[in-house]
């Protein structure tokens, strides 16, 4: 090799250093720069789908899971009004068609389901994806246990399939079920003193863990 050769391969070799080095702090800039919003909204996400699934609570606080819970079960939140326990709303992820469903189930004191909201999901638009639809997930409201039908329903706790999207519906009925069947083996006797600790945002009242 000539040494005309190997200073072209030096150069080379110092340039793409260069341009590596460059690049990967520019993307770890822009990552601290995104963390913050990124967080922020998911956070903002979180209190609109806790308020939609139990919107008698004016508070939320944490709950401690139970060691040994359904691994779909992510979160649990008691619902306050006044100093006193309106209910629970329990997060959970079920595996849907195209991934993980993240949505919270409000229930009330007397175990009925108040509400769902869905909070994350990539299933395919169009199909799976109507699952956010007002029409679908109110169908979910007074329920004690889920039961997916493709026709209309014709019983207590039957919900209709979206069409062309039954896995899409079966993995949300599993994941309310979890959460129904959670607050049945845990919080059905839960006392009403308080579990965990809030800390007031910018007028709202967000869960905080205990240490």
């Not at 909204?41 to 308020?51: G, H, P, S």
Request: charged share 20%; with cysteine; hydrophobic share 40%.
């Amino acid at each position: 090799m000539s040494q005309s050769n190997a200073k072209k391969i030096i150069s080379l070799g110092i340039t793409l250093f260069i341009v590596t080095a460059v690049t990967g702090i520019i993307l770890g800039v822009v990552h601290d720069i995104t963390l913050e919003p990124i967080r922020a909204t998911q956070e903002k996400l979180k209190v609109e789908a806790l308020r939609g699934a139990l919107p008698e609570a004016e508070e939320f606080r944490t709950l401690e899971l139970a060691e040994d819970s359904d691994v779909i079960i992510k979160d649990v939140q008691e619902g306050v009004t006044g100093g006193n326990a309106v209910g629970y709303c329990v997060t959970v992820a079920p595996r849907g068609y195209a991934g993980p469903i993240e949505l919270v189930a409000g229930i009330t004191n007397d175990g009925n389901l108040r509400a769902i909201r869905i909070m994350n999901q990539s299933e395919t638009p169009g199909l799976g994806s109507k699952s956010i639809l007002p029409g679908f997930y109110e169908q979910f409201k007074d329920a004690t246990q889920i039961t997916v039908v493709k026709r209309s329903p014709a019983a207590p706790g039957e919900i209709q399939a979206i069409s062309g999207a039954t896995i899409t519906s079966d993995a949300i009925a599993s994941g309310v079920n979890a959460a129904l069947s959670y607050w049945r083996n845990y919080l059905a006797y839960l006392a009403p003193e308080t579990r965990g600790v809030t800390v007031a945002v910018s007028g709202v009242t967000l869960p905080v863990k205990e240490d």
